[in-house]
């Protein structure tokens, strides 16, 4: 039994510590996305805060006048055609199908909560280098909480619409056009209802926590949303989710009990705005006082409609159409009621101050304090005696008159009289506000609204860390017991303290989250990479200090090279974790001393850790207001450069790094000076492979691929082909002539013989083009010298005549357009005879003689050299291909003969970890050890540090108005330090790429 009891107590804590980091990251989630809001509270700021407000009242509007509460559908299209989110989504409906909206809400739901979820593991993880997801969180919850909230439910319940809504087509008839019209839980609807309802569940969850604790806990903050915005907010979203849900149970409980619950709620939510007045702009809440007075009116028309509709009193339908029209058309008159008595409400809570500035300042003048100017007038610079008189449980109980001196009736009337004076913006005001708020808890000391507001006066307004401290520590010994509104205000009120008490460990003047977030997380991975590279150097001089040195075999000699690797791996990582730290937070004297430390013990340059040891030494100087910063900096940068001259006062390891340096160049000096050669041999060979090939195939493409094959040769090969052909068409073009006369037609005549003259034109042009861009000697004798054969007509006999390419082709297009001349009368004789035809009609029987006989060999003749010289084109390329290649085939034999020759005899010697090996294993057994001792210390003054940061961390966590105390009377005192590092364990393996025993002696 006492083992299940031990077990459930453990589980019982496992359960608490994992609520609480997950209200830790939720808190953290919703405080970096606020702080990261840049609010401007002016003209053109309030006009988008209205006009996104009108939005979600109209949307709004349109659940409350539902059919099923009895509202006819002339007055349903009035006011759905009001609103601006239902006419972009009918407009959109009529290109896509409706069930497309349901998609859209479900990926964006979706989407919202993944964002969600991925940002909270960021947050928990701490990469701050990925915090766009709360970029894109805060804008879905702009869109989707704040502007269309009632339209995304009604969205996701697109499935189940069927149910309470006559729109067509239904959901199940556009997944099952051949099934029932309305049947969300049958196959196939169910499944996509099932999901639906997951997801409208999840959202409407995420939507109340986003209402709930998207405010702004500072009250001097410029953001519209207050402390006690989020309580009147969340009570509205229920409103609207009540409007759009429980229609679907009016078939169970009636209409009129849900219209009768929809009214009280928004009652309650209307009352809740006038006790609070929830905003931080006056004029804010007036228009959500007017917003919530139209609801409030809507809920009770619509549960005066459905009442009335179930008396059975609807005779006439021009009567209920007349009434529901009264009942929009009061509309304006219930939004200027609701403006009239939230402004009334202020008012009232103005005279109440008014009255209490009067009695405070007669008990201020009758008062008597030790230097009162400085408690009253001053309150943030001392805590001032209280002018508010003690009450005790004696005294109250015979206090007859208790009731009558009370200033406020309720806590929350106190609370929203400190707000409303506050927000007068005027400073005098700041000791009277301080009465008000002690007389509030005075008169109220149970209530936690004063309490938490009381807390963030002291922290923001009244800038007293000593009350503030005291607030908070009584504010947490009860703190999970407190509603999750008021745990956010406190974790809020906390990290902005770690942040302002962070402002000098960092060097920045006003620290973020992101700051503080992304400050952690980097000084502890290089802390951590600091603290492992001195372990794995630590433990290679360890392995030296003991043993046999004629005993050690490979395995010793490979563990002692894993430590340098390890040792090397470690430095990287720290030097590129603390100079990334250094762009951002150069002024960070601690960053500065943990990087010379470094740079000093793990790199061994001394001059640079002396040199950043200054700068830190300069800005601690700075901080504590000494007026001799600059002259010390300048003597210590001074004394460092002073160091590297000959004088007595040199230090140890300068005296070493100069010794090592008078002969470190004959230590592998010829090993060296033949790398370097090899170096400049391979560069040269790599200059030359890459000009060799860059100029190769440059003049390739230039001079062969591009003029040469393809314009010269290819494209003439193409139109060398079309010149042949139309050898044949003017052969067929004379036929359709011959055709078209003897059938009288006149249109086809003319068209052939058009035909025939632009063939002439082309072939004429063609011909010109080819004889200018003549490729190859060859190509230019074959149109100069190339003898052609072809008849000609001549009187009433065939004359052979000759003449060179060029001038044939000139004469073949000439007697094409000369056929074409022949006349219409004439092509209607079949009389072929040479003394009976015209020059015109000889020149048809020409055609037809030399096309096949003449004409079209000599060009397939042609065609042939082209593709020739081509060949010739493609061989040269091939062979100029291979003489690049040969060349630089040459260079990379003869540079992997350089290296191959070089590299094997030196690489072994030059081995920087080999090297580091053998002159540590020939150091004597002394020296190894007094090496290690100087490891040995500096691991031990790390963790000496360590210890006591996380000393300093628990003192804090146990005594945080003790730390509060020493943070108010000396603010230059060293902030307490959050997020270090914790020792690591100890690791095989390091690494040191200066030698190994620079640092020793």
């Given at each position: 039994?006492?083992g299940?009891?031990r ?8 359960l ?16 970096v ?6 609010w ?11 006009v ?6 109209l949307?709004?509007?349109?659940i409350?006048?539902?059919?099923r509460?009895?509202?006819t559908?002339a ?25 497309s ?5 479900s ?8 964002d ?19 970029k894109?969180?805060?804008?879905l919850v ?6 269309a ?5 009604k969205w ?17 008839e ?60 969340v009570?509205?979203a ?12 009016a078939?169970?409980i ?10 009280l ?7 809740a ?43 006439d ?12 058309g009061l ?8 403006v ?5 409400r202020?008012?009232?809570?103005v005279?109440k ?41 004696y ?10 001196k ?9 609370h ?15 000791p ?14 149970d209530c ?5 507001l009381?807390?963030?006066f ?11 401290a005291?607030?908070e520590?009584n504010l ?18 906390d990290r ?16 973020t ?8 997380a ?7 990479a600091?603290?492992?590279a001195?372990?794995h ?6 392995q030296l200090r ?17 430590k ?15 100079e990334?730290?250094?762009?951002n937070?150069?002024?960070?004297a ?8 470094f740079?000093?013990n ?13 700068q830190a030494?300069?800005?601690d ?7 001799q910063d600059?002259d ?11 160091s590297a ?23 592998l ?5 033949r ?18 090939s860059?100029v190769g195939?440059?003049?390739i ?15 003439l ?12 068409i003017a ?12 059938k ?5 005549f003319d068209?052939a013989?058009?035909y025939?003259?632009?063939?002439s034109k ?15 000697a060859?190509?230019a ?11 000609v007509p ?8 000759t ?23 004439e ?19 020409f ?5 096949h006989?003449?004409?079209i060999?000599?060009?397939e ?18 062979q100029?291909?291979?003489?690049i ?12 003969f ?5 590299l ?6 030059l ?7 053998s ?5 004597p057994?002394n ?6 001792k100087?490891y040995?210390d ?6 000496i ?28 005192s ?7 590092s ?16 620079m640092?020793?002696?």
């Amino acid at each position: 039994v006492k083992g299940g009891g031990r077990d459930s107590g453990r589980a019982s804590r496992m359960l608490a510590r994992r609520i609480e980091a997950i209200k830790d990251t939720l808190f953290g989630i919703f405080f970096v996305m606020t702080e990261g809001t840049v609010w401007d509270n002016n003209a053109a700021m309030r006009r988008k805060f209205f006009v996104i407000m009108a939005i979600d009242y109209l949307q709004v509007q349109r659940i409350l006048t539902a059919n099923r509460y009895g509202w006819t559908e002339a007055t349903i299209n009035v006011v759905k055609n009001t609103d601006v989110v239902y006419l972009c989504t009918s407009l959109t409906s009529q290109i896509i199908p409706r069930y497309s909206l349901f998609i859209v809400a479900s990926a964006l739901v979706l989407g919202t909560l993944a964002d969600t979820f991925y940002a909270a593991h960021l947050f928990k993880t701490g990469s701050i280098d990925k915090m766009w997801p709360l970029k894109v969180l805060r804008l879905l919850v702009a869109g989707m909480v704040t502007t269309a909230f009632s339209s995304i439910i009604k969205w996701l319940l697109i499935p189940t619409d069927c149910l309470v809504s006559t729109e067509k087509p239904t959901f199940s008839e556009e997944i099952d056009p051949g099934g029932p019209a309305c049947d969300p839980f049958g196959l196939p609807s169910v499944l996509a209802t099932v999901p639906m309802l997951l997801v409208a569940i999840s959202y409407i969850l995420f939507a109340l926590v986003t209402s709930y604790l998207s405010f702004e806990c500072n009250p001097l903050s410029r953001q519209p949303r207050a402390s006690s915005t989020g309580r009147v907010e969340v009570l509205f979203a229920l409103v609207k989710v009540s409007g759009t849900v429980l229609i679907y149970f009016a078939d169970y409980i009636t209409p009129v009990a849900v219209t009768a619950i929809i009214f009280l709620g928004s009652v309650h939510v209307f009352r809740a705005h006038l006790s609070r007045l929830p905003w931080h702009d006056q004029k804010i809440n007036l228009l959500r006082g007017g917003v919530l007075g139209c609801v409030m009116h809507l809920s009770a028309s619509s549960c005066v409609v459905t009442i009335l509709a179930a008396a059975g009193v609807w005779q006439d339908g021009g009567t209920q159409q007349g009434v529901q029209w009264a009942l929009i058309g009061l509309l304006p008159v219930a939004f200027m009621v609701g403006v009239w008595l939230v402004q009334r409400r202020r008012d009232a809570i103005v005279d109440k101050i008014s009255r209490l500035r009067g009695d405070w300042e007669a008990q201020r003048a009758a008062h008597q304090t030790i230097d009162s100017g400085d408690n009253h007038e001053s309150p943030g610079v001392g805590v001032p005696v209280s002018l508010v008189p003690k009450k005790t449980m004696y005294t109250s109980f015979f206090d007859p008159t208790l009731d009558s001196k009370r200033a406020f009736k309720s806590s929350i009337e106190a609370h929203t009289a400190a707000r409303v004076l506050l927000n007068e913006r005027s400073e005098s005001n700041l000791p009277f506000l301080r009465y008000v708020l002690q007389r509030g808890i005075e008169e109220h000391p149970d209530c936690h609204d004063l309490k938490i507001l009381q807390l963030t006066f002291e922290r923001f307004v009244f800038n007293n860390s000593l009350n503030a401290a005291e607030a908070e520590k009584n504010l947490r010994r009860r703190l999970n017991a407190l509603p999750i509104d008021y745990q956010y205000v406190c974790y809020v009120v906390d990290r902005k303290a770690t942040q302002a008490s962070a402002q000098e460990t960092i060097g920045l003047g006003n620290v973020t989250s992101m700051h503080l977030m992304e400050w952690g997380a980097g000084i502890e991975r290089a802390k951590k990479a600091h603290l492992a590279a001195i372990h794995h150097i630590r433990d290679f001089w360890r392995q030296l200090r003991k043993g046999s040195r004629t005993r050690m075999d490979k395995s010793d000699v490979s563990d002692m090279l894993k430590k340098l690797a390890e040792f090397e791996r470690c430095s990287d990582e720290a030097k590129r974790e603390y100079e990334t730290l250094l762009l951002n937070y150069s002024s960070s004297a601690e960053l500065l001393q943990a990087y010379a430390g470094f740079v000093d013990n793990v790199l061994n340059d001394s001059r640079t850790a002396d040199k950043v040891r200054a700068q830190a030494m300069a800005l601690d100087d700075k901080d504590e207001g000494s007026d001799q910063d600059a002259d010390m900096q300048l003597i210590l940068e001074q004394a460092c450069a002073q160091s590297a001259g000959t004088s007595t006062n040199d230090n140890q390891r300068v005296r070493t790094f100069k010794w090592l340096d008078s002969f470190s160049p004959t230590i592998l000096g010829s090993e060296q000076s033949r790398v370097i050669s090899l170096e400049r041999k391979v560069r040269a060979f790599v200059f030359l492979l890459v000009v060799v090939s860059t100029v190769g195939f440059v003049l390739i493409d230039l001079g062969l691929l591009t003029e040469e094959a393809m314009f010269k040769n290819i494209e003439l090969i193409d139109k060398t082909g079309v010149n042949r052909g139309y050898g044949i068409i003017a052969s067929y073009e004379l036929r359709d002539l011959f055709l078209a006369a003897r059938k009288d037609d006149r249109a086809k005549f003319d068209y052939a013989s058009d035909y025939l003259h632009t063939i002439s034109k082309k072939l004429t042009a063609q011909h010109i083009i080819n004889y200018e861009a003549l490729g190859s000697a060859d190509l230019a004798d074959f149109y100069n010298n190339r003898i052609c054969h072809f008849v000609v007509p001549i009187a009433d006999t065939w004359v052979n005549r000759t003449m060179n390419y060029w001038e044939y082709g000139n004469e073949y297009s000439r007697h094409f357009a000369r056929a074409g001349s022949a006349t219409f009368e004439e092509m209607k004789s079949l009389d072929m005879r040479l003394v009976n035809i015209s020059a015109e009609k000889a020149n048809i029987h020409f055609v037809f003689e030399n096309t096949h006989h003449n004409y079209i060999p000599t060009m397939e003749e042609l065609l042939s050299k082209y593709e020739d010289n081509v060949a010739s084109l493609g061989n040269l390329a091939s062979q100029s291909v291979q003489v690049i290649v040969a060349i630089n085939s040459l260079l990379v034999i003869l540079m992997s003969f350089f290296v191959i020759r070089t590299l094997p005899a030196s690489l072994k010697a030059l081995q920087s970890r080999a090297l580091g090996c053998s002159f540590a294993l020939s150091l004597p057994r002394n020296v190894c050890l007094r090496i290690f001792k100087h490891y040995e210390d500096i691991v031990l003054q790390m963790r000496i540090i360590e210890d006591e940061e996380m000393a300093a961390q628990m003192i804090q966590d146990d005594n945080l108005h003790d730390n509060n105390m020493h943070e108010g009377s000396a603010p230059g005192s060293p902030p307490e330090r959050r997020g270090g590092s914790s020792s690591p364990p100890e690791m095989e393996g390091g690494s040191g790429r200066a030698s190994p025993g620079m640092s020793g002696g």
